[in-house]
């Protein structure tokens, strides 16, 4: 994973669908909690050749939770 966004992107003053467009990537990943039509990008990302991927979600693992236990210690 050569990039990873944070969800706040606009700390920088750029859209999500901005940033997109500028790093070009050729995959996005998000959650299974998603649908592929609210995918930020989706469709700009599909339309120069990449692709979607809605990833499954396991009990107990999340990006918050990492980030929760990275700020305990």
């Not at 909690?33 to 599909?46: L, N, P, S």
């Amino acid at each position: 994973m050569p990039w990873r966004v944070p969800a706040r992107a606009e700390a920088w003053r750029w859209s999500p669908l901005a940033l997109i467009r500028a790093l070009r990537p050729v995959v996005i990943v998000k959650g299974a909690v998603y649908r592929q039509d609210e995918v930020v990008g989706a469709q700009w990302v599909e339309g120069h050749g990449g692709r979607v991927h809605l990833a499954g979600l396991h009990e107990g693992f999340s990006t918050t939770n990492i980030i929760e236990r990275m700020k305990a210690a």
